[in-house]
């Protein structure tokens, strides 16, 4: 079983910068694939990054490629997604997700684990 906590959070305006954490726990967190999701109102989740256990590949929704940084912690148990020149378009709940499995995916289906969410609201 893990936990996941989301982190980092907030009301920010356009162009700024946020780093949103995702500590999980549990030993075995570094055998997990991650991915952090999005839903904003009236929208579907969607995946925006993902980062496989060892960290060596990482995924980026075309949306946010070049501003979006996902990274890994696994001594720390935490993944974090860096989230650069921040626009209106990426108000949302941001969740992280833990599947187990060491390679990373695209779909909610194939997790396993969630977090409660955190928002992150962009006014412009």
């Known amino acids: 079983q893990v936990q996941l906590v989301e982190s980092g959070g907030g009301l920010v305006q356009a162009g700024d910068s946020l780093r949103l954490s995702c500590a999980a726990s549990?030993?075995?967190?570094?055998?997990?694939?991650v991915g952090w999701f999005r839903q904003a109102p009236g929208k579907d989740r969607e995946c925006v990054s993902a980062?496989?256990?060892?960290?060596?590949?990482?995924y980026y929704a075309y949306f946010v490629k070049g501003r979006f940084t996902i990274s890994r912690d696994n001594a720390k148990n935490t993944v974090y997604l860096q989230i650069n020149s921040l626009k209106a378009e990426d108000t949302a709940v941001y969740y992280c997700?833990?599947?187990?499995?060491?390679?990373?995916?695209?779909?909610?289906?194939?997790?396993?684990?969630w977090g409660q969410g955190t928002q992150v609201t962009v006014s412009s």
């Open positions: 549990g030993r075995t967190f570094g055998t997990y694939a």
């Open positions: 980062i496989r256990c060892s960290g060596s590949i990482t």
């Open positions: 997700a833990a599947r187990k499995d060491y390679d990373l995916a695209f779909n909610s289906s194939d997790y396993d684990y």
